[in-house]
Each structure stands twice: as structure tokens, then as C-alpha cells.
Nanobody
Framework: VQLQASGGGLVQAGGSLRLSCTGS????????VAWFRQAPGKEREFVST????????YNSDFVSGRFTISRDHAKNTVYLQMNSLKPEDTAVYSC??????????????????????WGQGTQVTVSS
């Protein structure tokens, strides 16, 4: 599946952004999707993931209730609503997908190597 991430931008600390990950080529509802981010000079890190049916969601500890992942099958899109943004959230955010058939129900994955399909990133910059 081809993935297209969008919705990044420049926002002040405390503000909000909603990122979108839209699939093409295949139906995204057949995939588990995750968001990762990479700040300058740092390794890529896991942010959040959602199962094909939204039954399983898992967030990184640093999300602390600020980010919400969701999906809209009709729009073939997964969203990451980010609230109470902090300067340390500044990074390039990328979405990745893993086919449902390769996942055991209830499992979730947090390593980038576990996702074969990737979209390009979208820059999020949070000013202090």
C-alpha cells in the first residue's frame, strides 16, 4: 500500500495539529497503521499504532494522553490528533503500515522494522 502523510506545520507550544495518513493502491482498512517520528540528530521513535478495526491502540509513554490515533475506513485514512504540543514534539512524522494478515489479533508493534510499508514524512515544528 502507498501511504501519504500530511497535516504537519508550525504551531506554538500548547497548540494542536491533526496529521493524516491516506492510503492508495490498496484498501488501508486491511492494514495496521503506526505513526513514528524522527527529530534532528535522533533515532526514529514509535508514537502510536492502531489495528485494522480500531480494536487495538497503543501509544508511547511520552504521548501521555495528548495524542489520539483514529481511522476512517470510508476515507482510507488514519489520523493522529495531537494536542498540548510541546517543543520536544518537533520532528518529521511518518506513517507506516503492516498487513492485517500478518498480525495476530490483539498484538501491536512498536519497531519500525516491523512495518514494511512507509509513506514520506510530514514536518511538525512546535515553537516555544
Amino acid at each position: 500500500v502507498q501511504l501519504q502523510a500530511s497535516g504537519g506545520g508550525l504551531v506554538q507550544a500548547g497548540g494542536s495539529l491533526r496529521l493524516s495518513c491516506t492510503g492508495s493502491g490498496r484498501i488501508l482498512s486491511s492494514y495496521h497503521v503506526a505513526w513514528f517520528r524522527q527529530a534532528p540528530g535522533k533515532e526514529r521513535e514509535f508514537v502510536s499504532t492502531i489495528s485494522w478495526n480500531s480494536g487495538t491502540k497503543y501509544n508511547s509513554d511520552f504521548v501521555s494522553g495528548r495524542f489520539t490515533i483514529s481511522r476512517d475506513h470510508a476515507k482510507n485514512t488514519v489520523y493522529l490528533q495531537m494536542n498540548s504540543l510541546k517543543p520536544e514534539d518537533t520532528a518529521v512524522y511518518s506513517c507506516a503500515a503492516r498487513a492485517r494478515r500478518t498480525v495476530i489479533d490483539g498484538d501491536y508493534y512498536t519497531q519500525s522494522s516491523q512495518y514494511p510499508d512507509w509513506g514520506q514524512g510530514t514536518q511538525v515544528t512546535v515553537s516555544s
